[in-house]
């Protein structure tokens, strides 16, 4: 079956734009997440997203928000960007983490701001 | 923040060799997971091991978990140049309103041919 799919890929924008990721789950995947990768920070939480719900939020600002559509694809949004933005960002998806499931991560959407 | 630490941060070993990671955590879990990067791409899941479980094996992996030390480690037995990667825990608390996958800090794995 067909992996997690983001996109773009690779994406530069300007600090002051805005940016909209998005992420297709696996199907039958009603759990969505979202992981931002630094070299320093590391893998942060950002959002979990199950049947169009936010479930959870980590600890980032207002700028970063997200959703979930009813066909369980997922985009998150970055607002007035900064260059401390640039990072990997990682989509997961799960059945439904209830279940103690692993996640399967999509490849990333790496995100360059000038 | 991570929700722990993994020891060592770099791993350099010959091919065939086994390789060892270990992953300390804070609180307590339902289940703690292993996954692999490379380069930079994403994370793919290794194997998951229950709160409740020991010991897990998974081919050439073997996983344990004390949870009475919040610790678990990843054996990689005869390791081979194409698990050169980055080796990451990742615990699973199932609480209320705080469900999420918290990270380590990683491992970077090298394997020498």
């Known amino acids: 079956k067909a992996g997690v799919t983001q996109t773009p890929r690779y994406l530069i924008k300007t600090r002051g734009q805005q940016v909209t990721l998005s992420c297709s789950p696996i199907?039958?995947?009603?759990?969505v997440s979202w992981y931002q990768q630094t070299p320093g920070q590391g893998l942060q939480f950002l959002f979990e997203?199950?049947?169009?719900?936010?479930?959870n939020k980590g600890n980032f600002p207002g700028r970063f928000s997200g959703r979930q559509f009813s066909n369980s694809r997922s985009e998150m949004n970055v607002s007035t960007l900064e260059l401390g933005d640039s990072a990997l960002y990682l989509c997961?998806?799960?059945?439904?983490?209830?279940?103690?499931?692993?996640?399967?991560f999509g490849s990333g959407t790496r995100l360059t701001v000038v | 923040s991570q929700q722990g630490e993994e020891d060592p941060q770099a791993l350099s070993i010959q091919e065939g060799e086994n390789a060892t990671m270990n992953c300390s955590y804070k609180?307590?879990?339902?289940?703690l997971q292993w996954y692999r990067q490379n380069s930079g791409r994403g994370l793919v899941h290794l194997i998951l091991i229950r709160s409740n479980e020991r010991e897990k094996h998974s081919g050439r992996l073997r996983v344990t978990l004390d949870t009475s030390k919040k610790s678990s480690s990843l054996l990689i037995t005869a390791s081979r140049a194409a698990d050169t990667a980055s080796y990451f825990c990742a615990t699973d608390v199932l609480s209320f309103g705080n469900e999420k996958l918290t990270f380590g800090t990683g491992t970077r794995l090298t394997i020498i041919p």
């Open positions: 609180t307590s879990i339902n289940n």
């Open positions: 997961a998806s799960s059945w439904d983490r209830g279940l103690g499931r692993g996640y399967t």
């Open positions: 199907s039958g995947h009603r759990s």
């Open positions: 997203y199950f049947s169009e719900t936010q479930r």
